[in-house]
């Protein structure tokens, strides 16, 4: 990879240093984080690797544990497993650029190049505010569109005047449009999450076939760390579209979901 600029390699060496997590409660979480910050120091990622799991076995689970996590796969040579933890680690806070700068690190190293799909700017942009905002920052912004909305109605009822009554009117229809977007942007969010289509190829290498059976006939191959989405399951297979739209079938244990 190529860096530019003075600050460009300090930047890359500073985003692979594991964050800090607190914790509280029997599972002596402390002592566990700062034995898994040494193990990754000291070069030992496989020892990390185990110590960090093993604080997620015990039920904790944070953005940066699995933002530290991901860095010890990624130094492990593990790309699929590393990828797999940076975008649980997105889930539970999208809107961190240290998150999404080692993704983007390590998805260069993926083998295959695909092309997404070309995307209207609307709803190239509705994807990105539906990637970066948690549900609660959905639910707070569709706030402020009903307050509006309930001041217009207030307004508009309770003057008699034409002028603020037109206003009201006026600002009602705007603030009703941008409630009922808030509302569907934050229930389009919640589905993708209860759903999780999002998943990651952890096999080296798979067959897409192009129907769930062991003798169909195979269009290419897929490699560790790309990132795919699932449309439906049948047994162990899982019928799954790239980004650059096209469809076929993985067998299940090939891959993992976000």
């Known amino acids: 990879m190529t860096v530019h600029g003075k600050k460009g390699p300090i ?34 990622y496989g020892h990390a690797v185990e ?22 796969y990624y130094r492990r040579g593990e790309l699929g497993k590393s990828i797999l933890c940076y975008r649980r680690a997105l889930v539970l806070q999208p809107s961190s650029q240290y998150i999404r700068d080692n993704l983007a690190l390590a998805e260069m190293r993926v083998k295959d190049r695909v092309e ?38 207030f307004v508009f009822f309770g003057f008699e005047r034409v002028v603020l009554r037109r206003v009201a009117l006026f600002g009602g229809c705007i603030s ?22 999002t998943a990651v190829i952890l096999a080296r290498e798979a067959p897409l076939r192009v129907s769930p ?20 399951q049948k047994g162990n297979w899982l019928h799954v579209r790239l980004a650059d739209g096209t469809k076929g079938w993985l067998l299940a244990d090939s891959l993992e979901r976000v």
């Open 11 to 44: 930047a890359v060496v500073f985003l692979f240093l594991p964050l800090s997590m607190c914790g509280a409660g029997g599972f002596d979480l402390d002592r566990s984080w700062g034995e898994a910050a040494s193990a990754y120091h000291a070069g030992d």
């Open 51 to 72: 110590i960090y799991e093993h604080i997620l076995a015990n039920g904790f689970a944070s953005p940066a544990l699995y933002y530290n996590l991901g860095n010890a």
């Open 116 to 153: 997404p799909i070309p995307l209207l700017f609307i709803i190239r942009k509705w994807n990105e505010l539906k990637e970066t905002s948690t549900v609660w920052a959905l639910a707070v912004g569709a706030c402020f569109p009903l307050w509006l909305l309930m001041a217009a109605v």
């Open 176 to 197: 009703f449009l941008f409630l009922a977007a808030s509302l569907f942007l934050l229930f389009d969010k919640m589905e993708d999450l209860s759903a999780r289509r």
């Open 213 to 232: 059976e062991m003798g169909a006939p195979q269009q290419f191959l897929v490699h560790e760390g790309l990132t795919v989405e699932v449309l439906e």
